[in-house]
Structure formats: C-alpha cells, structure tokens
C-alpha cells in the first residue's frame, strides 16, 4: 500500500471512530485531522468536505454489505437456507469491523436516501429472497416489505441494542437465535 492509500485509510478509520462515537454532525475535520496525525488540509487532498467523507464511506459499506449478502444467499437452496446464511453473513460481517458496522447502522436513516437507483441494497436482497419464497409457496404470501422488515428485525434490533450497550460479545454467537426468530416471523401463517 501506497503512502497516499496508507493515509486515506487512516483518515476513514480516523473519521470512523469519531463519527461512531459523537455523531457526523458534531465531529470537526480538527479532530479527524487529530485522530489520524495529519494536517487538516490533508482531508481535503482525499475528500471535498466532511460530508462527502461520510457518505463515501456509508454507501460504499453498503454496497459491499449487499454484495456480501447476495453471494451468501446464492449459495443456499431452500429459504430457510436462504435465511441463515444471510443472518450468518450479516453477523460475520458485523463481527469483523465493528466499528464500520456500527457506523452504518446509525447512519442509515441520513444516508439512504443517497443510495443510488439499482445500487445493491442489503435490504433489497433479503425482500427479493423473500418475494421468491411466497410465490413458490415457501411462506404465506403477505406484503414483501413488511416481511422483510419483520424478518430484518430480528437481527437490526439486536444490533441496534448492542451498539447502545445493552449486551456485549460477538453477534455470531447468536446466528441461530437470530435465524430462528427470522425464520418464526417468515413462517408465521398469514390471518
């Protein structure tokens, strides 16, 4: 890795860290500038502002988290396969960067609104999964979306909880709770 590539991961993981744990809006390019050991202006050689920076780092997360996502669920053949090793994906992948995970999901409800038309979506692969599942018959047939989210849930909520402290530890050690609690929503007959 190249010294200008060293110092652009340097100023993400910088900027990371700080918008984790104080929010977007309230971190300074000073204080990114800080974490990483650099000159303020440096910043600005890699990104045209703060919020760019944010957002860079949002969709391209995103993106690869779908990407991610997709390729697991590709690889089952049943839905209920389908389900655990997108659960087992998201964990794993939770599990690895904290840190970015975390930034992700707090930034959501500001970012996705910049997700591009037809960019890969986490949320999009596991509706589409589930779409599948009510047309061959798999599930009942219900709204996609609130399945979706329903079944989404069960894994984002704890997630959620553990980005405020509520429990520690790997996500992982709890890929089959989170799959079963999936799988109980998707299951459940429609009335």
């Known amino acids: 890795m190249g010294k200008a590539e060293d110092t652009k991961q340097r100023i993400e993981r910088a900027a990371l860290t700080l918008f984790v744990a104080r929010g977007v809006a309230e971190t300074t390019t000073r204080e990114i500038a800080l974490a990483a050991s650099i000159a303020e202006g440096t910043i600005y050689r890699y990104f045209p502002s703060k919020e760019q920076l944010a957002v860079d780092m949002f969709l391209r997360h995103h993106r690869a ?28 992948w939770a599990d690895r960067d904290w840190t970015l995970f975390a930034y992700h999901l707090l930034n959501q409800h500001s970012f996705l609104i910049q997700v591009p038309d037809g960019a890969p979506n986490p949320v999009n692969v596991v509706r589409e999964v589930i779409g599948r599942a009510m047309k061959a018959g798999e599930i009942p047939r219900r709204d996609a979306d609130l399945a979706a989210a329903s079944a989404i849930g069960a894994v984002m909520q704890p997630a ?7 429990f520690e530890g790997p996500l992982t050690a709890h890929v089959r709770f989170f799959a079963d609690a999936a799988w109980a929503v998707l299951s459940v007959k429609a009335g």
Do not use: F, H, N, S
């Not at 959620?160 to 509520?166: E, L």
């Open 65 to 92: 988290l779908a990407e991610a996502l997709d390729e697991a669920q590709g690889k089952a053949a049943t839905l209920r396969e389908k389900i655990d090793a997108i659960v087992r994906c998201y964990c794993e």
């Open 160 to 166: 959620t909880y553990k980005v405020y402290g509520r």
